[in-house]
């Protein structure tokens, strides 16, 4: 971990902290930590949670630097093929929806959604199921499953995660709750 001298005389273990979480460059300048960046096998690091080892430093000649070898602890989240995630409806186009979750936002393909034949209603700003009139708008909660997953961490923007709600158990959580309930009566 990088020290820069401006930092000399501060708690140590907080100044990692905060560099780890935010981050500065050669020169000092604040640039990005971990948290918020995209690691090609861990996943997207989520927070900085708690440094476990902070070693003597050493100082390179030339830059003026302490760097202290350290150890630290992060949450990360990794989607993986066909795992359950839990979102929030962002955006509405007329070929589907984004969903965020954790920090990633997955696209639910208009085929993705339900069973029935999907309309896209540009005045409201959602999709409408033609036959069950059931609508998907931004700010609505879902659960669906990861159908396929491509992390670029150079370019975080160009990761691309697919969704679909076509399952059982999947969905809009109305519409979940409304097929336990037809479910509960068809029981009786």
């Known amino acids: 971990m990088r020290v820069p001298p401006e930092r000399f005389g501060t708690k140590l273990e907080e100044t990692v902290m905060d560099i780890l979480k935010r981050g500065y460059d050669y020169r000092g300048r604040q640039e990005g930590g971990?948290?918020?960046r995209l690691h090609p096998e861990l996943?997207?690091?989520l927070a900085v949670t708690k440094i476990v080892d902070i070693e003597d430093g050493r100082v390179i000649p030339g830059d003026g630097a302490a760097y202290h070898p350290t150890t630290f602890e992060m949450l990360v989240f990794k989607p993986e093929l066909h795992e359950?995630?839990?979102g929030e409806v962002v955006e509405?186009?007329?070929?589907?929806?984004?969903?965020?979750?954790?920090?990633?936002?997955?696209l639910v393909h208009v085929s993705q959604l339900t069973d029935d034949f999907i309309v896209?209603?540009?005045?409201?700003?959602a999709l409408v199921g033609k036959e069950t009139r059931r609508a998907l708008e931004?700010?609505?909660r879902v659960r669906a499953r990861v159908v396929a997953v491509s992390l670029n961490p150079e370019k975080t923007?160009?990761?691309k995660i697919n969704l679909t709600m076509r399952?059982?158990?999947?969905?809009?959580f109305e519409w979940i709750m409304e097929e336990k309930q037809k479910a509960k009566k068809k029981e009786k």
């Open 34 to 36: 971990y948290e918020g």
């Open 167 to 172: 399952q059982p158990a999947l969905g809009k």
């Open 138 to 140: 931004v700010g609505d």
């Open 43 to 45: 996943g997207m690091i």
């Open 84 to 86: 359950i995630v839990d």
């Open 157 to 159: 923007k160009e990761s």
């Open 120 to 125: 896209y209603d540009k005045k409201r700003g």
């Open 92 to 106: 509405i186009v007329d070929f589907g929806a984004f969903v965020r979750f954790a920090s990633f936002d997955g």
